[in-house]
């Protein structure tokens, strides 16, 4: 089944310790993106990557780091959680460029910053 | 910067219709549209590409003004299936690559 994977979906952490979302996709999609949801601000882009090694700033990159070494995997790296961090994480792929191709999102993580 | 999206929220009795627009200050290139019920992920409705082009999938559609930098999303007679909240993403001319999404809009449908 084509999809877009994330783990954990639920994570509660305390401020400042490292995490890692994973995100792997088996569509082989050239395009990855992060975003988190909080309410009443919609979906703001954190990172995105065109392609393996590619990766970009989205609108909140703050306090967040990703790699792309493998097209299929597009981790999403908090080095030092805090609180204003807690938020629903969402992974998505897409086939290639944005004007034709729809994005494919993952089922969310959600993460508490204690 | 983030599309605006009106209205907020919309509440439906089944069969009536609603119109969602999205509009952004900056020149756009496409714009997608997406339906997120609670608890899931987004789910893909359309693209529109071009100025003026319209879509259709199933009984909601899309038009997409590039010149105005608007986008409307027609739901007719609507369904209980509908309820949800819209996300408009738009991508913009010379900064493709990027999808930013509007803050919302919440519909429900009551039978």
């Known amino acids: 089944e084509a999809q877009v994977t994330q783990n954990p979906r639920y994570l509660i952490t305390v401020t400042g310790k490292k995490l890692t979302v994973t995100c792997s996709q088996n569509m082989n999609h050239e395009y990855m993106s992060w975003y988190r949801q909080d309410p009443g601000l919609g979906l703001r882009q954190i990172y995105y990557s065109m392609n393996v090694e590619v990766t970009d700033k989205g609108d909140v990159p703050e306090g967040y780091k990703v790699s792309r070494k493998e097209k299929r995997n597009f981790p999403l790296i908090l080095e030092s959680p805090s609180p204003n961090q807690t938020s629903l994480y969402f992974c998505?792929?897409?086939?290639?460029?944005?004007?034709?191709?729809?994005?494919?999102f993952g089922n969310g993580t959600r993460l508490t910053v204690t | 910067q983030q599309p605006v999206q009106s209205p907020q929220a919309v509440i439906l009795r089944e069969g009536e219709d609603a119109v969602i627009n999205c509009s952004s200050s900056?020149?756009?290139?496409?714009v997608h549209w997406y339906r997120q019920k609670h608890g899931e992920a987004p789910v893909f409705l359309m693209i529109?590409?071009?100025?003026?082009e319209q879509k259709g999938h199933d009984k909601i559609s899309a038009s997409f003004n590039e010149k105005k930098q608007q986008s409307s999303l027609y739901l007719t007679a609507s369904q209980l299936s509908y309820s949800g909240t819209y996300f408009c993403g738009t991508e913009g001319r010379g900064n493709t690559d990027k999808l930013i999404f509007g803050t919302g809009t919440r519909l429900q449908v009551f039978p």
């Open positions: 998505a792929s897409s086939f290639g460029q944005l004007y034709n191709s729809p994005l494919h």
């Open positions: 900056k020149a756009l290139y496409s």
């Open positions: 529109l590409l071009k100025g003026g």
